[in-house]
């Protein structure tokens, strides 16, 4: 349970990061950037704590959905980005292959 618990944080890390980025504005401005870099080092620290007692293809399948989900939500509630009835049923998809992952696990 723990394993599960720290890969969830490096996802959440993840997501933290790559909002940090939409900010460095393409490394232009520092603290964005330095944020940004901070917080893809805290992912990577957690995502090989999580791979200790994980399988490294369900860790790292539901590292990337659960941080490509959780950004492109926050891209739509942050940014105004398209919430399309077909993104958001693409964005569940990933959400239930992460939950399949899980259950099979």
Same mark, same amino acid.
């Given at each position: 349970?723990?394993?599960?618990?720290?890969?969830?944080?490096?996802?959440?890390?993840?997501?933290?990061?790559?909002? !940090?980025?939409?900010? =460095?504005? *393409?490394?232009?401005?520092?603290?964005? &950037?330095?944020?940004? %870099?901070?917080? #893809?080092?805290? @992912?990577?620290?957690?995502?090989?704590?999580?791979?200790?007692?994980?399988?490294?293809?369900?860790?790292?399948?539901?590292?990337?959905?659960?941080?490509? !989900?959780?950004?492109? =939500?926050? *891209?739509?509630?942050?940014?105004?980005? &398209?919430?399309?009835? %077909?993104?958001? #049923?693409?964005? @569940?998809?990933?959400?239930?292959?992460i939950m399949g992952l899980k259950l099979a696990e």
């Amino acid at each position: 349970m723990t394993a599960w618990l720290l890969l969830l944080a490096a996802a959440l890390v993840d997501i933290a990061m790559a909002i !940090a980025l939409k900010y =460095a504005d *393409g490394w232009t401005r520092l603290w964005p &950037s330095i944020l940004g %870099l901070l917080f #893809a080092n805290g @992912a990577i620290l957690l995502l090989t704590l999580a791979l200790r007692n994980l399988p490294v293809g369900t860790a790292f399948a539901v590292f990337t959905g659960v941080g490509a !989900a959780g950004a492109a =939500a926050l *891209g739509i509630i942050l940014y105004g980005e &398209s919430a399309s009835p %077909l993104r958001l #049923a693409l964005i @569940a998809v990933i959400v239930a292959g992460i939950m399949g992952l899980k259950l099979a696990e």
